[in-house]
């Protein structure tokens, strides 16, 4: 039997059954019968505004899978370019794909001279990398005025091979320039995250030889970031990019809603309130001050979990690796007990409120060293990935240009009154 609906205007008594398919109703059908009446959803909050078959999130029972892949079993075995793959191409790559792929994103890590010459260094000396991020990957579409050919598929194809490949080299970039430190250029012997974390640490020495327990810490974290289906960048890259706009202005489009707090800046969020707990003995009062409505518990509750973010569980279990190596970030007590304190607090438990992904993830980036600032330019690098590709998915489904309706609530016609006579 279909699955259906029947909804019925009742100033008409007209009715349609629309078809229940892959879990929505199809908006168009409705509008046959109410021609001008506009479904009110601000936030998108009950609307799927894509077919997708890039990742899966079962949010009550804390799944994620990245084209049918647990996101458990890529964290323990795959590696970010990997994933980077299986995401734009759909499955897995043989081993001569993926040698391929790593090659071709490794010989495009150098930035033009003139994007750092002239471009980074005419910011001012104290710009949040985050911002030189955002403004450098919509500089690039100047550099590469070739990227708007979007339906050539060897043209695509390049963009998308230099996007994931210069993000880290721009990221680290951003940092240096911000931190008054010259520019390290890539070094094309090293993996995707040593090579990041050559080019964000390295000082005097010849060759900048990263700890592989961080870098692997690392690569696991951009595994984990490196999509999460329709959220707000994502959605920014469909949206900008159903204009047919070149890839880096989209791109720059969805690090820019990357930046905002309550999207890549809510592991900065969680290290300033441990911070400001200070220590065990103030949890239980802090969780109190939460519940009576007194801020938020900071990396807890999710949209779309209503569990324990599969996520927080890996990285949670990352973290002790990463402090084995630079030792314990003195916040992570303060971090155990308020998880424990609400997992056992009905106030949290009822409303489904777990550990996100941004609960631990800030802990490890400052074990290592990485200041908050860079904490959303850390979360754009793997993110990249994901952000392409939805935005090849969307163009290879004809998608037509974003453009909402709205309902309108401001002042019927008035005829205007000359200044003089206000
Ligand atoms: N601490 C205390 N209470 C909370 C929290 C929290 N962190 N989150 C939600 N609630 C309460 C909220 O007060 C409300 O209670 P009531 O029903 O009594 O009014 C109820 O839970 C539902 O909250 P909501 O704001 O309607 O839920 P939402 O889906 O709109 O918000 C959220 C989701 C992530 C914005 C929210 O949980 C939050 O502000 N969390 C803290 C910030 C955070 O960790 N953000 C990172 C999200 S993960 C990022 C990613 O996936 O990329």
Not at 176 to 200: E, I, K, Q
Not at 223 to 245: F, K, P, W, Y
Not at 350 to 359: A, E, G, K
């Amino acid at each position: 039997m279909t699955e259906s609906i029947t909804i019925t205007d009742n100033r008409t008594g007209e009715s349609i059954e629309i078809p229940i398919t892959s879990g929505g109703v199809a908006a168009d059908e409705w509008e046959k019968l109410l021609p001008g009446i506009w479904f009110y959803d601000p936030a998108f909050m009950t609307t799927a505004a894509a077919e997708s078959a890039v990742t899966f999130i079962d949010g009550d029972a804390g799944k994620l899978e990245y084209r049918g892949y647990p996101i458990e079993q890529l964290a323990e075995s795959s590696t970010y370019l990997e994933v980077a793959y299986l995401l734009l191409h759909g499955d897995l790559p043989s081993g001569a794909e993926l040698e391929a792929w790593v090659h071709e994103i490794t010989y495009h890590t150098f930035i033009h001279e003139n994007v750092r010459k002239r471009f980074l260094e005419g910011f001012h000396y104290d710009a949040h990398p985050m911002g030189i991020l955002v403004s450098a990957v919509a500089a690039l579409s100047t550099f590469y005025p070739e990227a708007s050919n979007i339906f050539d598929d060897t043209i695509r194809y390049k963009q998308i091979i230099r996007l994931i490949a210069k993000m880290p080299t721009l990221a680290a970039a951003a940092h240096r320039f911000s931190a008054g430190m010259p520019f390290v250029y890539p070094d094309n012997s090293l993996s995707f995250a040593s090579n990041f974390l050559s080019m964000m640490w390295k000082t005097a020495e010849p060759r900048f030889d990263a700890n592989p327990a961080l870098a692997r810490a690392v690569d696991v974290l951009f595994i984990l970031h490196a999509d999460h289906e329709q959220n707000c960048s994502t959605t920014a890259m469909r949206v900008v990019g159903s204009s047919h706009v070149d890839p880096y202005s989209a791109c720059a489009a969805a690090c820019a809603a990357l930046y905002g707090p309550r999207h890549g800046g809510a592991n900065e969020q969680v290290i300033r309130m441990l911070a400001s707990i200070g220590s065990l003995d103030n949890v239980p009062d802090f969780i109190a001050a939460v519940k009576s409505g007194h801020g938020r518990l900071q990396g807890f509750g999710h949209r779309v979990y209503k569990n324990y973010d599969p996520r927080a569980k890996i990285i949670r279990k990352a973290a002790y690796d990463v402090f084995e190596v630079t030792g314990k970030n003195p916040l992570l007590d303060i971090a155990l007990k308020l998880e424990e304190t609400a997992l056992a607090d009905e106030y949290f438990t009822s409303r489904r409120l777990y550990p996100n992904v941004d609960f631990y993830s800030g802990l490890i980036y400052q074990a290592m060293g990485f200041p908050m600032e860079m904490f959303p330019v850390l979360f754009a690098i793997p993110r990249t990935a994901g952000w392409l590709a939805h935005w090849v998915e969307m163009l290879a489904q004809d998608t037509k240009i974003a453009r909402p309706r709205q309902l309108y609530v401001g002042s019927p016609r008035r005829d205007y009154v000359p200044l003089a006579d206000r």
